[in-house]
């Protein structure tokens, strides 16, 4: 499997690569099934296979058998647990980190990130992001959002602009808003509901 490597952090070997061990290293006190991992990044069970036996190869993820299971975690007793999961939080960390922040906001149907993040984690070259931008369609409270934003700041270690715009906005078969034509003529990676 010959992949090109991921513009959010060029030393791995792909981009499922990078989500695997995201999701693993920031959720450290959990294990999961293959089935389960592939479904959290959004990737192929062949690929989270694949990427699941070389990282374990390579003494990054520790692997058992429960069953016809094989369940997947971050190894948390080496010397390099807490430079990767520091590195890992600053490339990779915003989609498991958003993820689990966003769903427990109510009245989101969709969240997105978008800008410089969202172009390196699509592969598209440039130096690393030095802020995340995620847009949330829907009405949740700001407040809230306010609180997610400081909570995804402090763990990824860079400023966090969330943007709230409604349903219809998002929706509208014309916008004629030119932030939101922006945004949706340029790569974007889904936190919550569909692309």
Known sequence: MRSVPPALLPILRSQVAG??????????????????????????LN??????????????????????????????????????????????????????LLAKVSGITEAYIYGSWAARYHGEPGPAPADVDVLVIGSADLDDLDEVGDEAQATLRR?????????????????????????????????VGSA
């Open 19 to 44: 989500d695997l061990l995201a999701l693993l290293y920031l959720h450290p006190e959990d294990e999961y099934s293959l089935t389960e991992a592939a479904g959290a990044i959004g990737a192929s």
């Open 159 to 191: 400023p966090v602009n969330l943007r709230r715009i409604r349903p219809e906005t998002w929706n509208a078969s014309d916008p004629t808003d030119p932030f939101i034509k922006s945004v949706k003529s340029r790569p974007l990676v889904t936190v």
């Open 47 to 100: 690929a989270v296979h694949y990427e699941a036996d070389k990282l374990s190869e390579g003494g990054l993820i520790s692997t058992r058998k429960r069953g016809n299971l094989r369940l997947i975690r971050a190894v948390t007793d080496s010397p390099l647990t807490r430079p990767l999961t520091d590195l890992l939080a600053v490339t990779y960390g915003p989609l498991p980190v958003l993820s689990d």
